[in-house]
């Protein structure tokens, strides 16, 4: 709760929790490395930590930056209910599939495609059109509607998360409601920066670095 209100609150500045996410300016290249890291758990270890401080009033972005012995101590209270839960669902697969089938269908999908997909959809939402150079301050306020597949809906955005425009200047409206905003905004003219596909915009953004074409 704490990563995401701030998220709204400091959309891409240097307070942003999703700033580990993507940055606006990032190039192709960096986001490519980063995409790649999430495959071998980095970007789920960074959010683990982000996740489990447990005085907001202290909260920091990189907390990973000033580790210590009295940080993983406070993170047990926070992680006692997610342990709970996780143990509950290690006791599910047990029963059923086997307990190897936990490590595989849920673990390591969670640490590895699921930072990946979220990171695809934070940089499609959040970063500057390849070659994009902002001229004012407020320029760093980005955020993007998309269109999206069927699959990029069932596999990445499945409860409206794709009205993510609507979402930031509405962050009250549930999910549910976001769609009936979007036209709303549309019939009354307000224009809606919208995108036509998450990993289509990745792939735009980091083919045009790789082959010079961005600048």
Not at 149 to 169: D, K, L, T
Not at 170 to 177: A, E, I, L, R, S
Request: a positive charge.
């Amino acid at each position: 709760r704490q990563a995401h209100m701030d998220h709204h609150l400091y959309l891409n500045t240097a307070r942003d929790p999703d700033i580990i996410l993507s940055q606006p300016e990032e190039s192709g290249r960096k986001l490519l490395a980063n995409l790649l890291q999430d495959l071998v758990f980095v970007l789920a270890v960074k959010r683990f930590l982000q996740y489990f401080q447990s005085d907001p009033s202290n909260y920091s972005v990189l907390p990973w930056r000033t580790l210590s012995v009295a940080y993983f101590t406070r993170m047990l209270k926070p992680i006692g209910l997610v342990i709970l839960a996780q143990a509950g669902l290690f006791l599910v697969f047990a029963m059923t599939a086997g307990p190897t089938f936990y490590l595989w269908f849920h673990v390591l999908p969670i640490m590895t495609l699921y930072p990946f997909q979220i990171r695809v959809r934070s940089i499609a939402e959040h970063s500057f059109e390849p070659g994009y150079a902002p001229r004012l301050s407020d320029d760093i306020w980005v955020a993007r509607t998309s269109r999206l597949n069927m699959f990029e809906r069932i596999i990445v955005a499945p409860f409206g998360q794709r009205y993510h425009y609507e979402h930031h200047v509405f962050p009250g409206v549930p999910n549910c409601n976001l769609a009936k905003v979007h036209r709303l905004l549309i019939d009354a003219g307000i224009p809606v920066p919208v995108n036509t596909s998450y990993f289509g915009f990745v792939t735009r953004k980091i083919l045009m670095d790789l082959s010079g074409t961005a600048k």
